[in-house]
């Protein structure tokens, strides 16, 4: 083969080869950036529970000790108000948006404005509605798993109580929002438990909550005098907890494991009350969200997608949890972020 031969084979090798490049799957160039020039803005919906504020604290700590700026706004449980503060936040050009909605509806909302702006939002575990036609990084719990894990050992002690009674037992659950997508996977994982056991179990007596403990306190006092028999209790939130033993304590059924009346209590966060609740023997399980994972989780993904030049997101990250039962309390107690609050003096301060 001649030079010439040569040089035309190698031409047509090289145009091959661009040739496919181009029609090969085109991927966003990454950029390096650094992390003193970024701005992330943070928008909460409200810090009112023991979880939320750990949630915010994992992540402004962790995101500034990395030289970040955080611009931080708290909705005060108002949709409106905290659709305005992420408008803002984007007209300041902001790098990335991390939010705690409201509600489900509401973040579909927030997530379609951040969509248009081109800039990456991750929303950290309040989930959007599942008709989202939206791109967003989304952290939450599997609700629903971590609470059938709860409820079952709650159960599986209620089944206990039958063979040595022969009668069923009178469950009630402390209802979430139901417009919050976490509300309605704690109310399936319930139910789930419930059905699995018909001979266990009577129809539950349902009490609204909206999340707020004024709600929660009112309507549970109704439903234990409408129904005082009442010996199974699974609230929605560990947040309740102080309010559910305000309702048992004067009726004589704040009790602990192990003594008669006691009724088979048991929730769902993890918080520091649900840890001490279960050491003292009132609690008998609660469904844990690995908080502080699922905060790395929301932070590195959304970083990653601002390294990567990705405006657009979209990405479900669950966590399966477990349950901090009376039965496994010696071995996994600091493997929840409640205990370890507890152990740092979280409810002293």
Not at 21 to 32: D, I, N, Q
Not at 87 to 113: F, M
Not at 234 to 250: A, G, H, K, N, Q
Not at 299 to 315: D, V
């Amino acid at each position: 083969m001649n030079r010439f031969t040569r040089t035309l084979v190698v031409i047509a090798l090289l145009t091959v080869v661009l040739a496919a490049s181009l029609m090969g799957p085109v991927h966003k160039a990454e950029r390096t950036v650094r992390a003193q020039d970024l701005k992330i803005c943070f928008a909460f919906q409200d810090l009112e529970t023991e979880f939320w504020v750990a949630g915010h604290k994992a992540i402004t700590e962790t995101l500034r000790a990395q030289g970040i700026e955080v611009i931080e706004v708290n909705g005060n449980q108002d949709a409106n108000r905290q659709l305005e503060q992420v408008r803002d936040c984007i007209a300041q050009g902001v790098d990335g948006i991390i939010i705690i909605p409201q509600d489900g509806e509401s973040a579909v909302t927030i997530i379609g404005e951040a969509n248009d702006a081109d800039v990456p939002i991750a929303v950290f575990n309040r989930p959007p509605s599942p008709d989202n036609p939206n791109n967003a990084l989304v952290v939450v719990a599997d609700n629903e798993i971590i609470t059938d894990k709860a409820v079952e050992f709650m159960a599986q002690r209620a089944l206990r109580e039958l063979e040595l009674t022969g009668t069923k037992m009178k469950p009630l659950i402390l209802v979430g929002d139901l417009g919050d997508p976490n509300a309605v996977g704690r109310y399936d994982g319930f139910y789930n438990v419930i059905e699995r056991h018909p001979e266990l179990f009577e129809t539950p007596v349902e009490v609204p909550t909206k999340w707020d403990a004024a709600t929660a306190l009112a309507n549970l006092e109704a439903a234990m005098q409408a129904n005082p028999d009442v010996n199974f209790i699974f609230t929605s939130s560990d947040f309740l907890y102080p309010t559910i033993r305000s309702v048992l304590e004067p009726m004589g059924k704040w009790v602990p494991r192990g003594q008669a009346g006691h009724v088979i209590l048991g929730g769902l966060d993890g918080d520091a009350t649900a840890c001490k609740l279960t050491k003292e023997g009132f609690v008998d399980a609660t469904g844990v969200q690995d908080l502080y994972e699922e905060a790395n989780l929301t932070m590195n993904a959304l970083l990653a997608a601002i390294n990567e030049g990705n405006t657009q997101p979209s990405e479900m990250i669950l966590d399966s949890g477990f349950a901090l039962t009376s039965g496994n309390l010696q071995w996994e107690e600091m493997d929840m972020w409640g205990c370890k609050l507890l152990a740092e003096g979280f409810l002293d301060q």
